[in-house]
């Protein structure tokens, strides 16, 4: 991350040790380390948050194309004028319908059998 050598690291270990002392270098480090650990967690944390609102804001996007599509399909089917997709006064299917669900309890018996009897 900040790219120091361990030729660097020893240099600042010994200026450290020189300029605080043996008797307050474990307490420093302790301390240094806890401010450490603060700084990611905080970082992390304002990470999260950005990535949350990165994902409310294609979530928008989401909403704002199903309801581009939910106004398309309305103006399709226009239920204001009463056309559905199946039309109940000829009970022709329209061409956006999907087709009614089979019922065939025989499974195995062809279409026209019932014809036959």
Same mark, same amino acid.
């Given at each position: 991350?900040?790219?120091?050598s361990w030729a660097k690291m020893m240099?600042?270990?010994v200026v450290a040790l020189i300029v605080i002392g043996?008797?307050?270098l474990i307490p420093t480090l302790r301390t240094l380390g806890r401010?450490?650990?603060k700084t990611r967690r905080m970082a992390e944390e304002f990470?999260? +948050?950005f990535v949350q &609102? !990165?994902?409310e804001a294609e979530l928008e996007e989401v909403r +704002?194309?199903?309801? &581009? !599509?939910?106004?398309?399909v309305t103006t399709v089917f226009d239920p204001a004028a009463g056309a559905s997709p199946r039309s109940p006064?000829?009970?022709?299917?329209?061409?956006?319908?999907a087709p009614p669900p089979s019922s065939s309890s025989e499974g195995s018996a062809p279409p026209d059998s019932e014809d036959r009897k």
């Open positions: 991350m900040f790219e120091i240099v600042i270990a043996p008797k307050e401010m450490i650990t990470q999260q +948050q &609102a !990165m994902r +704002q194309e199903i309801a &581009a !599509m939910d106004r398309e006064a000829d009970g022709t299917v329209s061409e956006h319908a």
